[in-house]
């Protein structure tokens, strides 16, 4: 199997992200994580990592509002310009209720504009590494277009809470969203999100569109992030209306629950047929999992793998969220193993 990666993610290296209550945290979402899964599919003798072509920004701009990405372009520089006192990180304290949205001048209000959150910080290399992150996913995506039965970007930062034009959730560009997007000039597609997170992002962006079937299982968001999408009666708008599904689960979900409910996930993904299929492949569904109430297990995202790789749609696989270092090696090996 293809495995789209670039060293450009460690240049995304953030000090910090801050927690609900105001607590300064190292940041989760970090280098070591792309380590920890590149050593174990080093042991394999079916994983080819490679270097993504760089597709240019067209194919992003096709996804995200362009005033959004040159915001991630030039924040940086317009950052050390300021007079901020502590610059090791752009992160604003304000933030646009999308109610009332008026798109300021300033950095900080564009930043507030942009920014969901606290945990998307913005640091000298975050632009770079996104944009190496888009194109594994999109390198990932013209393998499969090519012929092959799967491919994997193996990419950070992660994507799918990221929207058209927003950033949160360690997330900047939405590489399964660009992804699929693509691939949907060639067929109808579906994205499966089975990070443990609503993908949000992913949400938006497809939310009018009949021709990409999205579907999120995730944790509860009346109890976790995102907290303001992610339930069950959110289902597309107008055309889009009936092709994107949220599938809310307790906390505490074992094995054999969330393997219910996948299975009707991929009920849905059988009937919409499509040419493609996208994973956004979270791990921190695992039950150890630092941010992640999820409990299931390597066997049981094995079982992910095997019922998902039983549709027989030729499919990228999209990293995305994950925590548990330790785990995370062997947990993707046990997703993509069986697609091998
Ligand atoms: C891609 C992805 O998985 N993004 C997840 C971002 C989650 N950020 C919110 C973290 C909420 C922290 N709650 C603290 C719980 C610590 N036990
Ligand atoms: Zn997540």
Known sequence: ???YYS??????APPFEVFDGGLRVPYLENPDRMD???NALRGTDWAE???PTDFGLDHIYAVHDKDYVDFLASSWTEWLATDSQDKSALLPATFALRRHPQKPASLLGRAGYYMMDLSACIVEGTYQAALAAANCSLSAAQTVAGGERSAFALCRPPGHHAGKDYAGGYCFINNASVAANWLSSEGKVTVLDIDYHCGNGTQDIFYEREDVLTISIHADPNFEYPHFAGYADE???GKGLGFHHNFPLPAGTDDAAYLN??????ELIRNFKPGYLVVSAGMDIYADDPLGK???TTDGIKGIGKRVASLAVPTVIVMEGGYNNDALGRNVIGLLGEFK
């Open 294 to 296: 999820i409990k299931v």
């Open 36 to 38: 920890r899964i590149l």
């Open 261 to 266: 409910t996948l299975d009707r996930a991929l």
């Open 49 to 51: 990592v490679t270097e």
């Open 1 to 3: 199997m293809k495995v």
């Open 7 to 12: 060293e450009a993610h460690r240049k995304h």
């Open 235 to 237: 289902r597309g708008k």
